[in-house]
């Protein structure tokens, strides 16, 4: 047998492999979705989505990319900007904190998003003195961490938003590195982001930092994004990860009129600005 009839036979057995991985994945989520009926109308959206909607989730893409090249800049430089505050504290104040926080991570089983801009989420919430912060997405908690840092100073509450990781059997490691005397000052809302917002504006009806990093497409974005601006209070900061998959956040900031700063984080785009 020659080498190329060889080379071809590992080619097609590793294209099925990774075939039959991907379904086993697909129907793992989906019996796991069947399991929760508090999960139903997330599970029809996606069925909607990924059957009949043929909307992008990719709407602007090279647009808003181009955009948030030519403005942006470091989460240095956007946190004096903004909070006239300097970043330089954050890692030392807590970094016997930090470093346990990472070797947590380190051991968790499973893979989930990793630390994003956390001093600009921090400060975020010292320069607004935040006493109610809302976040969509938690994973394995670092945004939380940062925030709830904050809060413990004034006794404020932090309100989460995120799906369980239904195909990892994670849910047990959702805020995973977030410390245990924290969590006092934490409600975790385990739903879709249209279920879970809901709820929690049930409890608590303004906030003074929201921190959006969940369903990435233009359509989920638009829908939280003006869903949650209505319930910030005057100046609030809103601070939107990933801006960089889609025109959403550009397109929101143009229809309301806002001046947004953008800023470059390990090779992605982040917007925040603060609510006049």
């Not at 954050?90 to 990793?114: H, S, V, W």
């Not at 829908?223 to 960089?244: C, E, T």
Request: net charge positive; hydrophobic share 35%; with cysteine.
């Amino acid at each position: 047998m020659s080498q190329r009839n060889i080379d071809f036979k590992k080619i097609h057995l590793s294209c099925n492999f990774n075939i039959i991985n991907e379904m086993s994945t697909v129907l793992k989520t989906f019996v796991a979705y069947l399991r929760r009926p508090a999960l139903y109308p997330e599970l029809g959206r996606k069925i909607i989505k990924n059957t009949i909607s043929r909307r992008s989730p990719f709407k602007g893409k090279e647009k808003t990319n181009s955009w948030a090249a030519s403005i942006a800049v470091s989460q240095k430089i956007a946190v004096s900007w903004l909070f006239s505050m300097d970043t330089d504290q954050f890692r030392n104040t807590y970094a016997d904190i930090l470093e346990k926080a990472i070797a947590k991570e380190a051991q968790c089983p499973i893979t989930m998003g990793g630390p994003g801009a956390l001093e600009l989420i921090y400060y975020a919430c010292e320069y607004t003195k935040a006493q109610n912060v809302l976040e969509t997405g938690v994973a394995y908690g670092w945004s939380s961490l940062a925030i709830l840092l904050s809060l413990q100073k004034r006794d404020g509450t932090l309100y989460s938003s995120d799906m369980p990781y239904l195909a990892q059997d994670g849910d047990e490691y959702v805020g995973y590195v977030v410390p245990e005397n924290l969590k006092k000052y934490w409600k975790l809302f385990r739903f879709a982001d249209r279920e879970s917002l809901p709820k929690i504006f049930k409890q608590v009806s303004s906030f003074d930092v929201f921190h959006y990093d969940s369903d990435k497409s233009y359509h989920g974005r638009m829908w939280a994004y003006h869903q949650i601006y209505k319930r910030l209070k005057p100046g609030a900061v809103f601070i939107s990860d990933d801006i960089g998959d889609n025109s959403a956040y550009q397109d929101f900031c143009a229809k309301k009129n806002i001046n947004t700063t953008v800023v470059e984080y390990s090779g992605k785009y982040i917007g925040v600005f603060i609510k006049q």
